[in-house]
């Protein structure tokens, strides 16, 4: 089983007003999760991160991959917005260039998850685009590393192609952001990963649909995650496992 998983933060500019420090939380969160047994035990080499690349930084990246997969999860945190015009969202790798989710969809393999923890609003560009800490561990339990590398690649073979995308919020909506607890959900639905007991696998839609009812409390129904997802009746990709 060949699979990475990629993670691009951009929280802006040291000080500047719309500087987010907890995207940098996301990222170490992230990167620890997948390299820990529930996030399917990445090796270190797997698990990219890009903070604030430059579009050319993006493209050999996704280049090198292209073809080469069989699973691929892709993380986004940081800023971004919703153009109507392009209909699509658009990441913004750093403070002068984007890339428009839809142009990342053809190098992803048949079996991929898109995680987009940034706002959504609507916005149509005058431009062209082309404190880390730990996070809490609160397993119980000792996992097996290998067991569960093993069982995360037997669940991906048990699905059927198919791209799941989800996201912090709803278009015209912001994503939260917490200077300690990093973005609103990207903590929720680590959280709920983090929460996971043996023996089991969680898919991403079952981890999204516990975060969206926390991130929907928490917010006061202002941040409204959403989901793209086939409508199937066979499993949904997997986002955590647990194996003694």
């Given at each position: 089983m060949?699979?990475?998983?990629?993670?691009?933060?951009?929280?802006?500019?040291?000080?500047?007003e719309?500087?987010?420090?907890?995207v940098?939380?996301?990222?170490q969160?992230?990167?620890?999760?997948f390299?820990?047994?529930?996030?399917?035990?990445?090796?270190?080499?797997?698990?990219?991160?890009?903070?604030?690349?430059t579009?050319?930084?993006?493209?050999?990246?996704?280049?090198?991959?292209?073809?080469?997969?069989?699973?691929?999860?892709?993380?986004?945190?940081?800023?971004?917005?919703?153009?109507?015009?392009?209909?699509?969202?658009?990441?913004?790798?750093?403070?002068?260039?984007?890339v428009?989710?839809?142009?990342?969809l053809?190098?992803f393999?048949?079996?991929?998850?898109?995680?987009?923890?940034?706002?959504?609003?609507?916005?149509?560009?005058?431009?062209?685009?082309?404190?880390?800490?730990?996070?809490?561990d609160?397993?119980?339990?000792?996992?097996d590393?290998?067991?569960?590398?093993k069982?995360?690649?037997?669940q991906i073979?048990?699905?059927?192609?198919?791209?799941?995308?989800?996201?912090?919020?709803?278009?015209?909506?912001?994503?939260q952001?917490?200077?300690?607890?990093?973005?609103?959900?990207?903590?929720?639905?680590?959280?709920?990963?983090?929460?996971?007991?043996?023996?089991?696998?969680?898919?991403?839609?079952?981890?999204?649909?516990?975060?969206?009812?926390?991130?929907?409390?928490?917010?006061?129904?202002?941040?409204?995650?959403q989901?793209?997802?086939?409508?199937?009746?066979?499993?949904?990709?997997?986002f955590?496992?647990?194996?003694?």
């Open positions: 060949k699979r990475k998983a990629l993670i691009i933060t951009n929280p802006g500019t040291l000080n500047d719309n500087y987010c420090r907890g940098l939380i996301d990222q969160r992230y990167y620890k999760f390299c820990s047994p529930k996030g399917g035990a990445y090796f270190p080499d797997d698990v990219t991160v890009l903070q604030t690349p579009p050319k930084d993006l493209k050999k990246y996704l280049d090198s991959i292209k073809g080469n997969l069989d699973f691929f999860i892709m993380v986004f945190c940081g800023h971004g917005y919703y153009n109507p015009k392009l209909d699509t969202n658009v990441f913004m790798l750093n403070s002068t260039a984007g428009a989710e839809n142009s990342l053809d190098y393999p048949s079996k991929a998850i898109l995680i987009a923890d940034c706002c959504r609003e609507k916005y149509v560009p005058s431009f062209r685009f082309s404190r880390i800490v730990n996070a809490k609160n397993s119980l339990f000792f996992l590393r290998e067991k569960c590398r069982y995360y690649d037997e073979n048990m699905c059927q192609p198919q791209t799941i995308r989800v996201y912090a919020c709803g278009i015209d909506q912001t994503a952001d917490d200077s300690q607890r990093g973005g609103l959900y990207s903590y929720n639905l680590l959280n709920v990963a983090d929460s996971i007991s043996p023996i089991d696998c969680w898919s991403i839609v079952h981890c999204h649909n516990k975060a969206e009812q926390q991130v929907l409390i928490q917010s006061n129904g202002k941040q409204c995650p989901i793209s997802k086939p409508r199937i009746l066979t499993p949904y990709l997997p955590a496992v647990a194996v003694k």
